[in-house]
């Protein structure tokens, strides 16, 4: 279940420092978010899928680690970030 290429590419796009710009903290968080939502929607519907499950868990994991990261760095873009994705910290 990876995203689809259209919407990857838009949100690669949208959080971009710079023009060709996919490993900044900004665009690996909002990736994680979009998958993360793309896998919490199957398993509401999947009750079982224990392994997708645990997927998940360490996706949440890495994006909680990222977006310390970038609050220590960065923490105009931090706070940018998570008002654009609606997370809460």
Not at 10 to 29: C, N, T
Not at 42 to 69: A, E, F, I, P, T
């Amino acid at each position: 279940m990876p995203l689809p290429v259209e919407e990857k590419q838009q949100i690669i796009k949208d959080f971009a420092r710079k023009e060709g710009d996919s490993g900044s903290p900004e665009v690996q968080i909002a990736l994680l978010t979009a998958r993360i939502k793309q896998v919490a929607t199957h398993l509401r519907q999947n009750k079982g899928d224990v392994h997708n499950r645990r997927g998940l868990v360490m996706m949440v994991s890495k994006r909680n680690r990222l977006l310390r990261y970038l609050s220590k760095k960065d923490h105009a873009a931090y706070l940018e970030l998570i008002g654009k994705l609606g997370l809460r910290k």
